[in-house]
């Protein structure tokens, strides 16, 4: 097990199951995409361990609270750390954490985009720390993401050789 795996384990997170997207929907693409020493991770959602959407779902500011947004940003990072850990074999092969874009689904004249995202963003420090963990980042609101999920992220990973 890798040191970054077994401090998963001793936090007591789980690393979910791949996403099992709702109804007939199709997902075309690859959730990473190594090119060279850089793992390019497409958006991901809050996922329930064996992989379905996890809830709440809805807006941030309406339907769900800040709060729980922020729940769901740190799903969503551990959705992305799995689908990491699927196609590189060893999340200790991450060098560091360069860049995380943080969309939250919004309700009119929500604006506490960044502390929604920081679910995210402290689970990366708490897991790598600041020297590989620590990030480039952006959280923009968006009017609708898919599913009705309240909180969509992507990220760029530099990888050791």
């Known amino acids: 097990m890798s040191e970054i795996e077994s401090r998963i384990a001793e936090l007591g997170l789980v690393l979910p199951a791949p996403v099992t997207p709702p109804g ?8 990473v995409r190594v ?6 991770v497409a958006g991901h959602g809050p996922l329930a361990a064996d992989g379905t959407l996890a809830e709440p779902l809805g807006k941030v ?3 769900v609270t800040p709060e729980q947004a922020y729940a769901s940003a740190r799903l969503t990072g551990l959705a992305i ?20 874009f ?5 309700a009119p004249g ?7 995202i920081n679910g995210c963003s ?19 609101g ?15 990973v530099h990888l050791h050789a």
């Open 110 to 116: 929500f604006d506490r985009l960044p502390e929604v």
């Open 81 to 100: 750390l799995a689908s990491l850990a699927r196609e590189l074999g060893d999340l200790d092969r991450i060098a560091a954490w360069g860049r995380v």
């Open 122 to 140: 402290d689970l990366l420090l708490e897991l790598f720390g600041p020297e590989v963990g620590g990030h480039a980042r952006s959280a923009v």
């Open 142 to 156: 968006q009017a609708a993401l898919p599913f009705g999920i309240p909180v969509e992220i992507e990220a760029i």
């Open 35 to 40: 090119v060279g020493s850089v793992a390019y």
């Open 24 to 31: 007939a929907v199709r997902l075309p693409f690859r959730q």
């Open 102 to 106: 943080g969309m939250v689904n919004v």
């Open 61 to 63: 500011g309406a339907e």
